[in-house]
């Protein structure tokens, strides 16, 4: 029996998508990571994280929908001015309380990823855009993509886990094969998406899906889908410094992550990498990249739903190249 356990653990923490992605890497930065914010501070629940320049970023907590603006604070991060509590979340008209797990900077706006209303019963999997310059204790989403109907079922805490978005110009550099045209992707196929794909992950499926988002709200086509590369996503991060996308699991998975490449017109697992060995498997539901390069390092932030020890961010590194 106990072998049969050992077995099952091992198959659902088995990286799926490519065979390279049989093979689990040691963490390519330092080993070691440090907390990244003062304790007590955000509490539990921080899911999803992207940067806003070197000095700037923001965070989303999943109950109650929250979304903070951090600043940075020596090697950390602490909150920004106007922002000591972070603000809640709420839909388009006002009401709710949208569980916010992802969360990205683009071009035309800050967006966030959400699985369901807290208040409510059954899976919602919403992409909401919010306007950060507001001065509103709460913030009203101004613009909304219903995608529950364009994906498959999931459980009300299986939907959404992570967001991000690619340029348009990477994507078409690249090759990159539109399923819904059955052609090579062009931009011009989907006109008021802005420039770029919003790329989502789907907990349950263990899948990114990439949509065009019309950006006055409402409107959107399914581009493409693909395996995550783990039975579970939690998070996604673009890194544009080396054309990767980061697809993090959590503790489900022994904190693994794994990079895929745009290869042949689609996105495959080109690597795994296991958590940094001097860190302990965290709940690490959030990952971002720092855009910045120091001695040949660039920093890299995970979130800790679980908020282990009073802390919910904690710093690592990445080699630049």
């Known amino acids: 029996m106990r072998f049969l356990l050992y077995l099952a653990a091992v198959l659902l923490c088995a990286p799926t998508g490519s065979a390279q992605a049989a093979?689990?890497?040691?963490?390519?930065?330092?080993?070691?990571?440090?907390?990244?914010?003062?304790?007590?501070?955000?509490?539990?629940?921080?899911?999803?994280?992207?940067?806003?320049?070197?000095?700037?970023?923001?965070?989303?907590?999943?109950?109650?929908?929250?979304l903070h603006r951090l600043v940075r604070s020596g090697s950390g991060w602490r909150p920004a001015d106007g922002w000591p509590a972070g603000k809640r979340l709420r839909y388009r008209d006002g009401s709710g309380d949208p569980d916010a797990e992802g969360v990205v900077v683009t071009p035309d706006g800050l967006f966030a990823a959400t699985e369901r209303d807290n208040d409510g019963d059954g899976s919602l999997l919403k992409v909401l855009r919010y306007d950060t310059a507001s001065t509103a204790s709460e913030l009203d989403a101004t613009a909304d993509w219903d995608l529950t109907d364009d994906l498959p079922a999931v459980g009300d805490n299986g939907g959404f886990e992570g967001i991000t978005w690619i340029p348009d110009a990477f994507l078409t550099a690249g090759g990159f094969r539109d399923d819904h045209t059955k052609a090579l992707y062009d931009p011009a196929a989907y006109p008021g998406h802005g420039t770029g794909l919003y790329f989502l992950g789907l907990e349950d499926e263990g899948r990114i899906y990439a949509y065009a988002l019309e950006t006055a709200g409402g409107g959107f086509t399914r581009v493409a889908s693909f395996p995550a590369g783990f039975p579970k996503v939690m998070e996604l991060e673009f890194d544009p410094a080396t054309g990767s996308l980061w697809s993090v699991c959590d503790d489900t998975c022994s904190g693994k992550s794994a990079t895929l490449k745009l290869s042949g017109g689609e996105f495959t697992v080109t690597a795994t990498y296991a958590r940094p060995a001097k860190m302990?498997?965290?709940?690490?539901?959030?990952?971002?990249?720092?855009?910045?390069?120091?001695?040949?390092?660039?920093?890299v932030v995970w979130s800790d739903d679980g908020n282990d020890g009073g802390h919910a961010l904690r710093t690592g590194t990445l080699p630049c190249g």
């Open 280 to 299: 302990p498997d965290y709940n690490n539901e959030g990952f971002a990249i720092a855009p910045a390069c120091a001695a040949g390092r660039r920093a």
């Open 23 to 66: 093979t689990t890497q040691k963490w390519p930065g330092d080993p070691a990571v440090a907390v990244a914010n003062p304790a007590g501070v955000l509490g539990d629940n921080v899911s999803g994280l992207s940067f806003d320049g070197p000095d700037v970023l923001w965070a989303v907590k999943n109950g109650p929908g929250t």
